[in-house]
Structure formats: C-alpha cells, structure tokens
C-alpha cells in the first residue's frame, strides 16, 4: 500500500504557482520598461503598472490556453 505523505508548513509555503510567477515577470518587466520604482510610485504610476499587467498577462496567457483575445478586458475599461 501506497502511504499519502503529508504536505509540511514549508513545503506548501515555499511551493511556486507557474502562473503568479509570470505574473510577476510581467509586473517587473513593465517596471523596467516605463522606468517606474514601485517604492516611490504614486497612486496614478501604480495603477497604470497594474493595469499594464494585468491586460498583458492575461492576453499572453488567452494565447497560450487558445482562449480569444476578445474575452481579455481592455485596458482601463471598468
């Protein structure tokens, strides 16, 4: 018989989700690009970094899955 092996604390905590991790890629990649320090941005940079993630990260991920671009939310759209 197969014993299940219980997840430990640190295990579970140091696990990496594929998806938020290039999330973060993006999001420091937009960073760079438009020259913004999360740090000292003000509120108008951190949204704007935001939304560029957002839209990029979800327009990447609509192609890898082949899901249709039209079912990203544009930029800035409520």
């Known amino acids: 018989m197969e014993k299940k092996r219980a997840v430990s ?3 579970w ?5 594929p998806e938020e991790e290039r999330f973060y890629e993006i999001f420091f990649q937009m ?3 438009y ?3 999360w740090a000292s941005a003000d ?5 704007f970094i935001e ?3 957002r839209v990029t990260y979800e327009r990447e991920r609509a192609v890898r899955l082949g899901l249709p671009l ?3 939310r544009p930029a800035f759209s409520a």
């Open 51 to 53: 939304e560029v993630t």
């Open 13 to 17: 905590y140091c696990r990496k989700d």
């Open 43 to 47: 509120e108008k940079e951190r949204q």
């Open 9 to 11: 604390d640190a295990e």
């Open 70 to 72: 039209s079912e990203v």
């Open 31 to 33: 960073c760079r690009k």
């Open 35 to 37: 020259r913004v320090r």
